[in-house]
T-cell receptor, first 114, second 116 residues
Framework: GENVEQHPSTLSVQEGDSAVIKCTYS??????FPWYKQELGKGPQLIIDIRSNVGEKKDQRIAVTLNKTAKHFSLHITETQPEDSAVYFC?????????????FGAGTRLAVHP | GAVVSQHPSRVICKSGTSVKIECRSLDFQATTMFWYRQFPKQSLMLMAT?????????EQGVEKDKFLINHASLTLSTLTVTSAHPEDSSFYIC????????????FGPGTRLTVT
């Protein structure tokens, strides 16, 4: 079945540095790739997403890149701040069909140190 | 916009009893709602997908008679954990997809269930 691998599992950076999280998916029919941020005890929050017809998308300090040929996509956070500390999940799904069923990666625990 | 709420946020129940969790889309109509389960320091595990007015589709290994899902309207889905046991203790999270054919899925804040 569909599988999404996410690396690294933990990431520690100094405030102001950049952070990069990478994911690889197995289903070549996947065409939607969201990223979620989850703080302790809360539900995941959609922070950015990308569709397969786009190679890169940026929103202020956050950007996502997609390489369809290699079937991997990455989250880039620049100028990290302590409030960026959280668990980040990547996911993949296919549309139409499949009821937008998201396949999640295992998560990356990001710690930003002041 | 795109706010999903869950109630209750925390619940403690005794073994053998049932507990109901509500998931509501507050400012949009949701064609499809999803229920996830998350254990500490783990990823989200999809339990079932529910569409308004039809039976839920359960993932492999999820007991449909134990986890009853009802999607009564375009803004409300409920998950009932029947005959709860301590191993059912977990963080339950719902999400919703809007009616209008968008791809985005928005998550609720989660419900922490503890079965004693």
């Amino acid at each position: 079945g569909e599988n999404v691998e996410q690396h690294p599992s933990t990431l520690s950076v100094q405030e102001g540095d950049s952070a990069v999280i990478k994911c690889t998916y197995s289903d070549s029919a996947s065409n939607y790739f969201p990223w979620y941020k989850q703080e302790l005890g809360k539900g995941p929050q959609l922070i950015i997403d990308i569709r397969s017809n786009v190679g890169e998308k940026k929103d202020q300090r956050i950007a996502v890149t997609l390489n369809k040929t290699a079937k991997h996509f990455s989250l880039h956070i620049t100028e990290t701040q302590p409030e960026d500390s959280a668990v980040y999940f990547c996911a993949a799904s296919r549309h139409p069909g499949g009821y937008n069923k998201l396949i999640f990666g295992a998560g990356t625990r990001l710690a930003v140190h002041p | 916009g795109a706010v999903v709420s869950q109630h209750p946020s925390r619940v403690i129940c005794k073994s053998g009893t049932s507990v109901k969790i509500e998931c509501r889309s507050l400012d949009f109509q949701a064609t499809t709602m999803f229920w996830y389960r998350q254990f500490p320091k783990q990823s989200l595990m999809l339990m079932a997908t529910s569409n308004e007015g039809s039976k839920a589709t359960y993932e492999q290994g999820v007991e449909k008679d134990k986890f009853l899902i009802n999607h009564a309207s375009l803004t409300l889905s409920t998950l009932t954990v029947t005959s709860a046991h301590p191993e059912d203790s977990s963080f339950y999270i719902c999400s919703a997809r809007a009616l209008t054919g968008t791809y985005e899925q928005y998550f609720g804040p989660g419900t922490r269930l503890t079965v004693t």
